[in-house]
């Protein structure tokens, strides 16, 4: 399966598209690339559904200079996604910040998107003063290395047996010019709005957290925070961290596929008690 891509007048965002049935689009969070769902949507596929994994502006095979890699950006390239593939509306799953711009184009473009799977989203604005600085402490020569060395204590619970393959080839695309530097910016990048548009999303919500998340002081709190922003739902993954579709597959797809299925139960019977 080749890679595909999309042109827009800034870039182009680069995607594989695999199986038929109701689209679902999974986006990576910063950093990571859409292989992030090399496990979660092959299960997809064999659940019936159009598994399209994108890599993010200034990632993977995304083109790597852009003049705007804002949550709302990448929303926006979302929404022109789905329209492009001409398979909507669309259900998102996102990690991390691809979960604000999933948010960003559920309240945008609600005809687009009938559900969303928000995993470890960070979805609030405010002071980013932590985010200025990790985006200087990933500055190069060393900020390929510095990333792994944060990334791989994102998995607290276990590493997939692939781990050490993956991170090399993700080391490597972030050595390419313009790709760490992307990462930098979307540290820097306020999430405020997102966090404007939660009340806005009327698609179910899903909200999937790992209960060791690194990046959350009291990731449970953080997780029923965004669901009652959202009127959504949220489930914990018991020692899971940032990437529980990655560490722990195994339980993270049934409840995921659990989630998609409920979208499709409620659209073949609207009015059903």
């Not at 985010?131 to 990334?151: D, E, H, K, T, V």
């Not at 999430?191 to 909200?207: C, G, I, N, T």
Request: with cysteine; net charge neutral; proline share 8%.
């Amino acid at each position: 399966m080749g890679t595909k891509f999309l042109e827009l007048p800034d870039g182009k965002i680069a995607y594989d598209d695999a199986g038929s049935g109701p689209l679902v689009v999974c986006v990576p969070s910063m950093g990571d690339v859409r292989g992030e769902y090399r496990f979660l949507a092959p299960q997809l596929v064999s659940a019936g559904y159009r598994a399209v994994s994108v890599d993010v502006r200034g990632h993977g095979e995304t083109s790597p200079r852009w003049p705007d890699y804002s949550v709302g950006a990448i929303g926006a390239d979302l929404v022109a996604l789905i329209r492009a593939l001409n398979a909507g509306p669309a259900r998102i799953v996102g990690t991390s910040m691809a979960a604000g711009a999933g948010v960003w184009a559920a309240a945008e473009a609600p005809e687009l998107v009938s559900g969303l799977a928000l995993v470890s989203p960070f979805v609030r604005g405010g002071n980013n003063f932590l985010g200025q600085i990790m985006a200087a402490a990933f500055s190069r020569p060393w900020g390929p290395a510095a990333w792994l060395r944060y990334y791989t204590g994102l998995y607290p619970a276990r590493k997939p047996a692939d781990f050490n393959e993956y991170c090399t080839a993700l080391r490597s695309n972030l050595a390419e010019p313009g790709r760490i530097e992307a990462l930098q910016h979307m540290l820097r990048a306020s999430k405020d709005a997102s966090e404007q548009r939660l009340a806005m999303v009327k698609a179910p919500v899903l909200v999937i957290m790992g209960s060791k998340d690194p990046d959350f002081k009291q990731p449970e709190a953080e997780a029923q925070w965004v669901a009652g922003h959202v009127s959504g739902t949220y489930k914990m993954l018991e020692g899971a961290g940032h990437y529980p579709q990655a560490e722990l597959p195994e339980q993270f797809a049934p409840l995921a596929i659990s989630f998609l299925k409920t979208i499709e139960q409620a659209k073949e019977a609207p009015y059903a008690a």
